[in-house]
């Protein structure tokens, strides 16, 4: 019952355009979510991450666990790729890549500019994230799935150009040498 008092407090994502600040901060909310949301509902919020680590523990929501094998799916695509390009061997830890992240890795690859690659890979995500949608919009995998959209859509609205470039350049070194997949910070 608690889920319908909550989302009906959440305003929409949808349609919401980049250049237009977000009707809602991540901080209100969690703060909504720790009012309304049972303990277990609560520690499934605060594990979603936009970068899953390689071996994401199930957490016991289909939607988390599926936006955290895609989204894992996706960045060792990028890292093969990126890694072929340069004739250099990524170890793909004996997974097999579905041929569609194969396609966005490519895709997003050949961009010249970083952030037009970022751009791409972030509304592929969105898209991504679209067909894991719940239809029942006053459910726990629903408020999951739009704390997921919410902080895609924080993200795209910090990159700075400057900062993105060394980003992106620590990324691609580290998938190259085979390090952690997540971005400094």
């Given at each position: ?106 895709a997003a690859i050949e ?17 991504m994230l679209e067909t ?54």
């Amino acid at each position: 019952m608690a889920e319908y008092y909550l989302i009906s407090q959440l305003p929409s994502l949808d349609g919401v355009s980049e250049n237009v600040p977000l009707p809602i901060t991540e901080e209100r909310f969690n703060e909504l979510c720790e009012r309304f949301l049972g303990k277990k509902s609560q520690e499934a919020i605060k594990k979603i991450s936009l970068s899953p680590p390689k071996n994401a523990e199930c957490l016991g929501s289909s939607l988390i666990d599926a936006w955290n094998e895609c989204e894992i799916n996706l960045r060792f695509a990028l890292g093969k790729v990126r890694a072929e390009k340069m004739n250099k061997v990524f170890d793909t830890e004996n997974r097999i890549l579905p041929v569609e992240y194969i396609k966005v890795a490519n895709a997003a690859i050949e961009k010249e500019n970083p952030m037009e690659a970022e751009k791409y890979l972030n509304s592929y995500r969105l898209e991504m994230l679209e067909t894991l949608r719940p239809m029942d919009a006053f459910s726990d995998e629903y408020i999951f799935y739009y704390g997921l959209k919410l902080k895609l859509l924080l993200r795209i609205r910090q990159f700075d150009t400057e900062t993105g470039k060394k980003a992106y350049r620590n990324i691609y070194n580290s998938i190259i040498k085979g390090d952690n997949l997540e971005a400094e910070q």
